[in-house]
């Protein structure tokens, strides 16, 4: 499925792949902020005197808020107070970023610097509500770079569902089939592909298996690696 740029042993060059705009997603893609959030729910969730597991917290990833109070529920009860959880779980977010910042992740500036350079529209995609999409934005050192964001509050349905993708593609006015869309997200992916757009994998915690993989252009290791993917496999063309 990896489609390359380089000459095959036949001497024969093989054709790039065309894209006219980029999505991304912002928690542990653009941000390092999964490992911060998963160690505030299970802060919280111990205050409840509940016990919030790593692989619970990894089912959360590119999930919006709707879809992770369902899975509290499922998981602690019909009893779990999980909007006092999920308040809770917001200010001690915002009460961190607004204190430290939040750390990019490594080859966000080289990638997002490259795209601008070659005026590539670009856009966020973020399960986040509007309030906290904000927030991040600016305390990541990431506002100046976007100025199309959709957030999980302008969807009904979240991701796996395509709704937000869909709707970063009409704000940027491009074809789905033609938007590249950078996810760290097994859901993320899924939507992605829901979409028909072109999903490019970079995994934080949870590393895909084989069959998210397939659903995948390819599967990176850093930012880094997807700006000389793009720049030597891919080429940019407007509409």
């Known amino acids: 499925m990896v489609i390359c740029g380089k000459t095959n042993q036949l001497g024969e060059t093989m054709k790039k792949r065309y894209y006219s705009a980029v999505i991304f997603d ?3 893609l653009l941000l390092d902020t999964e490992r911060l959030t998963c160690t505030i729910w299970q802060q919280i969730s ?3 005197e509940c016990h919030l597991s790593d692989e619970l917290y990894q089912s959360f990833i590119g999930r919006t808020r709707s879809d992770t109070e369902g899975l509290l529920l499922g998981a602690f009860g019909p009893d779990f107070p999980v909007e006092e959880a999920y308040e809770k779980r917001t200010t001690y977010f915002i009460d961190y970023a607004k204190k430290n910042g939040l750390p990019q992740k490594p080859g966000v500036d080289v990638l997002l610097n490259y795209l601008a350079e070659m005026s590539v529209p670009v856009c966020v995609a973020t399960s986040a509500g509007n309030d906290v999409a904000e927030l991040k934005l600016k305390s990541g050192g990431l506002a ?3 100025d199309k964001v959709v957030t999980g509050d302008d969807v009904s349905e979240g991701k796996p569902s395509p709704d937000i993708f869909m709707k970063a593609a009409g704000k940027m006015q491009i074809d789905p089939e033609k938007c590249v869309v950078i996810e ?3 859901a ?3 939507a ?3 979409a028909n757009m072109i999903p490019i994998m970079v995994p934080d ?3 895909p298996e084989p069959e998210v993989k397939k659903m995948t252009l390819v599967v990176l290791h850093s930012l880094k690696s997807v700006k ?3 720049q030597n496999n891919m080429a940019y063309k407007t509409q």
Request: hydrophobic fraction near 40%; charge should be positive.
């Open 26 to 28: 912002v928690d542990g």
């Open 46 to 48: 111990k205050e409840y």
């Open 144 to 146: 100046r770079y976007f």
């Open 184 to 186: 760290d997200s097994v």
């Open 188 to 190: 993320g992916i899924f």
């Open 192 to 194: 992605a592909k829901r």
């Open 205 to 207: 915690i949870v590393y």
């Open 228 to 230: 000389k993917y793009i």
